[in-house]
Structures are given as structure tokens and as C-alpha cells.
């Protein structure tokens, strides 16, 4: 899953996609320890789904919070 794909999604389908990583993290690590894991990197290349799905919903959290404060900021760097 690309960065590109995550920001198109909504804040619900992100959460939702997040439950389902999370999900099949927990069956790849149940298989990892029965060793019935096929293809070992797929623990690698979910985690960091996961972290990009995080990294998306806390970049718009950031966004929300603090766009006043980011015009706020501007209008002061251009008086001084």
C-alpha cells in the first residue's frame, strides 16, 4: 500500500483499514509461531502499513489542530 492510496481514503476507511492490519498482524504473528508462516516478510511489510495508516491519521490530526496557528505563524514572519 502506497502513501498516495492512504491519503485519498477518508478518516473511517483509514480506521478501518487500521483494524484490519492490525488483525492480520496478530494471524501472521499466530503462524510465525507455529511455523506455518509462508512468506516471513509479510510481518515486515504489514507493520509498516500499519505505520503508514498511523503516520496519515496523525498528519490530518495535525492538520485540523493547528491551521490557525500555522496562518498565525505566517502573518507574524512576514511583519517582522
Not at 492480520?24 to 507493520?47: C, G, I, W, Y
Not at 514572519?77 to 517582522?80: E, T
Given at each position: 500500500m502506497e502513501f498516495k492510496e492512504l491519503r485519498e481514503k477518508d478518516d473511517t476507511q483509514l480506521h478501518e483499514e487500521l483494524i484490519?492490519?492490525?488483525?492480520?498482524?496478530?494471524?501472521?504473528?499466530?503462524?510465525?509461531?507455529?511455523?506455518?508462516?509462508?512468506?516471513?516478510?509479510?510481518?515486515?511489510?504489514?507493520?509498516?502499513?500499519?505505520?503508514?495508516?498511523?503516520?496519515a491519521i496523525h498528519q490530518r490530526e495535525q492538520q485540523k489542530k493547528t491551521p490557525s496557528a500555522a496562518a498565525g505563524a505566517k502573518a507574524t514572519?512576514?511583519?517582522?
Open positions: 484490519s492490519k492490525r488483525k492480520h498482524l496478530f494471524t501472521l504473528r499466530s503462524q510465525a509461531v507455529t511455523e506455518k508462516l509462508e512468506d516471513p516478510t509479510q510481518l515486515r511489510k504489514t507493520r509498516k502499513d500499519i505505520a503508514r495508516i498511523l503516520t514572519a512576514s511583519v517582522k
